[in-house]
């Protein structure tokens, strides 16, 4: 398929190929990386390398106009506003994690919690800064842009809105769930990232822009990653501190705020993305005549 070729892309085959292969190219960026580089520093450097090759890959296939359908168009700050409204959903991303870990308790989970903090350390000082660098300013970039960027736009074309956004959502976690944790944890982790990745997707849909997904993405990595480094001052238990699930006197207010923003969002229709032009007929050749 041409890059001039209005079907819109990807299709869902084409994104699980584009995600398998940006996640290959990050795997053989860090296993080069980490002989040279700390943890954090490797992490970056792979999502940059590999979501950053496949999704100007694929965005080479996205037809015009490109700016539109790839979310790179300004957002107003308002439904920037809205969109952090979303923020605490990471308190239900990690209740779904909580969830599946009840049904299945992984029986590595201290070696899964052990790797995490390893790769993304809290501790306070230049570990947490170089971990708030990767995780609240590479990560929701590079993942908003190949995620909510490059697919969402090709599934919403293909699918409809609804089973983009959320067709999106599933591929973005499953691609979290680590190949070396068991199948428990993987499925935490991937519940975890499926909920995060509807309000993303649900941000960005709404929205027109990434500017709104991006912002969502940063603060909740920000409240994540915070939460670990002063779990000792405030602990949340389920969510920072051992506990089997995340207090309903939290949940709740959670998920109040959380439908003040969906329904802020929904006040306005998303944008809507301009048909690509037409092919042009070939002018004929002078053999032809």
């Known amino acids: 398929m041409k890059a001039s070729d209005p079907k819109?892309?990807?299709?869902?085959?084409?994104?699980?190929g584009l995600t398998v292969l940006g996640a290959a190219i990050a795997v053989a960026t860090a296993v080069v990386a980490r002989a040279h580089l700390s943890p954090t520093a490797t992490l970056?450097?792979?999502?940059?390398?590999?979501?950053?090759?496949?999704?100007?890959?694929?965005?080479?296939y996205v037809p015009p106009p490109h700016a539109e359908r790839l979310g790179l168009v300004r957002v107003r700050g308002r439904r920037v506003l809205a969109a952090l409204f979303l923020t605490p959903v990471v308190l239900w991303a990690q209740q779904a994690g909580n969830w599946i870990r009840a049904l299945a308790p992984p029986p590595d989970a201290q070696e899964v919690v052990a790797r995490r903090l390893a790769q993304v350390p809290t501790e306070p000082g230049v570990a947490l800064f170089e971990t708030l660098v990767v995780t609240v300013g590479l990560a929701p970039l590079l993942e908003e842009w190949f995620f909510r960027g490059v697919i969402q736009q090709g599934l919403v074309a293909r699918?409809?809105?609804?089973?983009?956004?959320?067709?999106?959502?599933?591929?973005?976690g499953w691609i979290h769930g680590s190949v070396t944790d068991s199948p428990a944890a993987?499925?935490?982790?991937?519940?975890?990232?499926?909920?995060?990745?509807?309000?993303?997707?649900?941000?960005?849909?709404?929205?027109?822009?990434?500017g709104a997904s991006v912002a969502l993405h940063a603060a909740t990595n920000s409240v994540s990653v915070l939460a670990l480094a002063y779990a000792h001052a405030v602990p949340v238990p389920g969510f920072?501190?051992?506990?089997?699930?995340?207090?309903?006197?939290?949940l709740a207010p959670a998920a109040l705020l959380v439908g003040l923003g969906v329904w802020w969002l929904s006040r306005e229709a998303p944008p809507p993305i301009p048909d690509p032009p037409p092919p042009q007929p070939e002018e004929p050749s002078a053999d032809d005549s």
């Open 159 to 172: 699918l409809g809105a609804w089973a983009g956004v959320g067709a999106t959502a599933l591929i973005f």
């Open 44 to 60: 970056g450097l792979s999502l940059v390398v590999g979501l950053g090759c496949a999704g100007a890959l694929g965005a080479a």
């Open 240 to 250: 920072n501190a051992p506990a089997a699930h995340v207090s309903p006197a939290l």
């Open 186 to 210: 993987w499925g935490a982790a991937a519940a975890q990232g499926v909920v995060l990745g509807l309000a993303f997707g649900y941000a960005r849909h709404a929205t027109g822009s990434l």
């Open 8 to 16: 819109p892309w990807p299709g869902p085959l084409a994104a699980l």
